[in-house]
């Protein structure tokens, strides 16, 4: 990373800061009714998140993306992996908007669980940004590693990152999406993985190699390669 982007980084973390500490609008944000509403407002998508995960996914590989929402994480995977991509959705309006670009999709309620088939499984099954409105993630996660052959991707907020932080010294709950039912930090999700006996195989953030050992204080994008349940399996064994 050059000097000047450095520059600029710190520059933009500063700014935010800064609005942070006298942001007089402490309004609730995404507080829909439903996600119908929540998906007509919001466009889930981000490259950012595609640019993290994409070194993990290898060509022509099978994915299920749980969590469709407006389908540009599965349309880049479709476009720059040659996937074959599936996606579920509680929303109507976000499988809609995923079948635009071409992604097969499904209206599934996840909240108690996947629902696929003993014999239903992917290379990749994605849970971008999706367990932290779930109301038990972690039957959701088992059941995702229970059926990939290859990996779990998952990526969730940071709720320990520095903003939600001096929210919380201004006297505020942090301001993240009103539609969120749980919260980790990365340290959280990483002792979460461990009390579900869930192996980690790779950790990447957004933030540069000389502020990891700050990442739960700086980081704001992260994810999380799992093992597969078989892999598991392997991995507690050679360790015992």
């Known amino acids: ?137 972690q039957k959701i996660l088992l059941e995702a590693i229970s059926h990939s052959k290859k990996g779990v991707i998952v990526t969730i907020p940071n709720s320990a990152y520095i903003k939600w932080r001096l929210q919380l010294l201004r006297g505020y709950s942090p301001r993240q999406s009103f539609s969120h039912l749980h919260y980790w930090s990365i340290k959280d999700f990483e002792l979460f993985c461990k009390k579900l006996d869930i192996q980690i195989i790779e950790f990447k953030t957004v933030l540069p190699p000389w502020l990891l050992k700050f990442k739960n204080l700086l980081g704001w994008q992260q994810c999380w390669l799992i093992a597969p349940k078989q892999k598991n399996k392997d991995i507690k064994l050679l360790s015992e």
Do not use: Q
């Open 1 to 137: 990373m050059s000097f000047r982007v450095k520059i600029r980084r710190i520059v933009s973390f500063l700014n935010e800061i800064s609005m942070t500490l006298t942001e007089k609008n402490m309004d609730f944000p995404e507080m829909f009714e439903d996600y119908e509403k929540y998906h007509a407002n919001i466009n889930t998508g981000k490259v950012l998140r595609f640019d993290l995960i994409k070194d993990w996914i290898l060509p022509n590989s099978s994915i299920l993306d749980v969590g469709v929402g407006d389908g540009l994480m599965s349309e880049m995977c479709l476009k720059n992996k040659d996937a074959i991509v599936s996606g579920i959705d509680i929303s109507n309006t976000a499988c809609e908007k995923a079948r635009e670009r071409g992604i097969s999709v499904t209206v599934k309620d996840i909240n108690y669980g996947l629902g696929l088939k003993p014999d239903e499984y992917y290379d990749y099954i994605l849970l971008i940004e999706v367990i932290e409105h779930t109301i038990y993630p």
